[in-house]
């Protein structure tokens, strides 16, 4: 009998330098490609681009 667990693991390939993935790093073939990945997210690079306005903040009920 196979596992096919592992056997998905390895054809997944790590979305940053595209080596066969390491399950102990989940979808990332090494700890350097999961801490470019966050880096990625920290920076705001993997954004929805949008048309709506920034946010601002509302105005503050004590001036009123």
Same mark, same amino acid.
């Not at 990945?37 to 503050?60: A, I, M, Q």
């Given at each position: 009998? !196979? +596992?096919? #667990? !592992?056997? @998905?693991? !390895? *054809? @997944?390939? $790590?979305?940053? $330098?595209?080596?066969?993935? %390491?399950?102990?790093?989940? *979808?990332?073939? !090494? *700890? @350097? $490609?999961?801490?470019? %990945?966050?880096?990625?997210?920290?920076?705001? +690079?993997? @954004?929805?681009?949008? #048309? &709506?306005?920034? &946010?601002?903040?509302?105005? +503050? &009920? *004590? &001036?009123?």
């Amino acid at each position: 009998m !196979s +596992d096919t #667990n !592992s056997s @998905r693991a !390895s *054809a @997944r390939r $790590c979305p940053i $330098c595209g080596k066969p993935t %390491d399950g102990k790093h989940g *979808a990332f073939c !090494s *700890a @350097r $490609c999961q801490m470019i %990945d966050l880096g990625r997210w920290l920076k705001g +690079d993997y @954004r929805v681009p949008t #048309n &709506e306005p920034p &946010e601002t903040s509302p105005p +503050d &009920e *004590a &001036e009123e």
